[in-house]
């Protein structure tokens, strides 16, 4: 199973930007990243009235657009569970995801300034680092927003036990 950690923070903290960045960075340093993101909508296949959502609107459990650039899944029932989609990720190093700030993974926590200077984290015992571009002073290390390196390092260091994937 792959490790995990959680990108945790308000929206509009800037969680996705950093992703965006970041995981570039770690495919560099040879660590394969897999990413769940955390939604409260219905995921969506093709269009609504293409054959893969018609499929899905007349009741598939399971659902798979596949071509030769890779496959989309969408199954029923799940509910999003962390525990049940950690599955899906067994060829990768790295599970990132965005949002699940109640699971019990380590969590980094991306705090904007300008949009509050509050974490949601502070007392969740899983808070591993703080992405920020505020100046704080807390009980786990603090790393720059506008900076994916030292975070990449951060995550090879302590959730990857330092091996480059």
Known sequence: MPAIVSFVGRSGSGKTTLLEKLIPVLLRQGVT???IKHT???PELDPSG???ARHFAA???TVVLASAGGIQLVKRGLGGALEELIRYFEDVDLLIT???KRERTPKIEVLRSGLSDQLLCRDDP???AVVTDLQLELRVPVLPLDRPEPIADFI???ILGGRPG
């Open 40 to 42: 409260h909508h219905t």
């Open 59 to 61: 009741g598939a459990s």
């Open 50 to 52: 293409k054959d893969s």
């Open 126 to 128: 899983g808070l591993i």
């Open 98 to 100: 965005e949002g699940y």
């Open 156 to 158: 090879r260091a302590h």
């Open 33 to 35: 990243v897999g990413t």
